[in-house]
């Protein structure tokens, strides 16, 4: 490291300089700091005082920023879990409607689809027979329900399960074409997005009927 020049009118001011500059090199950053401080109380404008600093600063090790790494490291943790939590939004969104039938026919209360006052339905009779809403009550009144009551129970806890996850989904009417322990369904769907034609096939299994295939609308948005 090269020295300032010296003055030849403060000899003693210079010696304290080369001092400082001494501790500089052999990293006695508080030496220097002490030569340096000398120095400008005797002689503030002292042409060698600004190399010693500048070599002061350069020497000085730099701090590491840990505030910035700390405040680094929480946006990490705070965008991977968005991540992980919008990843997992995204399978539920994306998860087959199927699912959602299966979901559906395992509950074991029977749930009333909410139909237009205005729609008729379609039944094995043909249009015009509402569809019905049972309750525990009137099962009891009739005794056991029949395999068509049974069916329609599993359509509409299909239709509640849907609307509960994605949008609403109601079925004013539904023709039904059964063999034997095997039913065909075909409702027609008038909520919006969910609009169209529903196909449901269905089995019967035990004493219960379960939806075992469905086939939405074509045009259906994706959820």
Known sequence: MDLPLSSPSSPELDSRLIGGWAALEHGDLEGARAALQDVYSVDPA????????????????????????VLLLGLIAMCAFAWRASLRSHVVAASDPATVAELAADRQEPAAVVASPHAGSVGTAGRGAPLPATSPASQAARGVPSDEVLIRQAIARFATAYSSRWTPLTFPSCDISRSDDTASVTCQSTSGSTEGTWVFACRKIGDAWKIVRMQPPADLPPE
Do not use: D, E, F
């Open 46 to 69: 002292h042409p060698a005082l600004p190399l010693l600093a500048a070599g002061i600063r350069r020497a000085r090790p730099k701090q590491i920023p840990w505030r910035g790494i």
